[in-house]
């Protein structure tokens, strides 16, 4: 049983494109997060909810806009992609939000746009 | 504002030999500290984590932690490596200066030769 799986695994597609990436964890968690992971394998926060509600949302450009449409599904959008958000985009889940809390990790989406 | 500085990039090591991969933190308040593992191409999966109580903590696969809250460090340790270990290793803190937020190191690529 997958606990935290994401779709697609892989995603290539053109500049100005808009795609979605979709998260799901069957972990019972209240938290679920997107990460962003460049190429040299930094690991950057982008968003979090919490029972869908949404409790962190760092500086990412406004062309990213997460959706939770119940606390065990997460979904990514992303508009007029660039060059620069090629990445490995993670999914993550928490019992609760809690700073003690450990985070379940999804296989990433491997995004690359050309 | 809490921040983790890995001190390596890189750590080759031969199999069976020890191995320790450091990880200071920047905090002024109590922390939470981790470490996760990213094995090739898969998601992050912990470690261990130290909460509270015993500044050394154990954790998965033979790989123990210390705590020292004088020298802000968590450095991680086994010791002896196979080569399945060779992975990348984050160390990541939350100190709830930064709401729900874990903030995870650079990263530092494990490499086990034979």
């Known amino acids: 049983d997958t606990a935290v799986s994401q779709t697609p695994k892989y995603l290539v597609t053109q500049m100005g494109n808009d795609k979605s990436i979709k998260c799901e964890q069957n972990l019972g968690h209240d938290t679920m997060y997107w990460y962003k992971q460049d190429s040299k394998k930094f690991l950057k926060i982008m968003f979090s909810?919490?029972?869908?509600?949404?409790?962190i949302n760092e500086t990412v450009p406004n062309r990213f806009s997460p959706k939770s449409p119940d606390k065990a599904h997460l979904n990514l959008h992303i508009n007029s992609l660039e060059l620069g958000d090629s990445a490995v985009y993670f999914c993550?889940?928490?019992?609760?939000?809690?700073?003690?809390?450990?985070?379940?990790f999804g296989p990433g989406t491997r995004l690359l746009v050309l | 504002a809490q921040s983790v500085t890995q001190l390596d990039s890189q750590v080759p090591v031969f199999e069976e030999a020890p191995v320790e991969l450091r990880c200071n933190y920047s905090s002024s308040v109590s922390v939470y500290l981790f470490w996760y593992v990213q094995y090739p191409n898969q998601g992050l999966q912990l470690l261990l984590k130290y909460l509270s109580g015993s500044t050394l903590v154990k954790g998965i696969n033979g790989f123990e932690a210390e705590f020292n809250k004088s020298q802000t460090s968590f450095h991680l340790r086994k010791p002896s490596v196979h080569i399945s270990d060779t992975a990348e290793y984050f160390c990541?803190?939350?100190?709830?200066?930064?709401?729900?937020?874990?903030?995870f190191g650079a990263g530092t690529r494990l490499f086990v030769k034979a």
């Open positions: 990541a803190v939350s100190d709830g200066t930064g709401g729900f937020k874990t903030i």
């Open positions: 993550a889940s928490s019992l609760y939000a809690g700073r003690e809390e450990t985070q379940y």
């Open positions: 909810y919490n029972n869908k509600e949404l409790i």
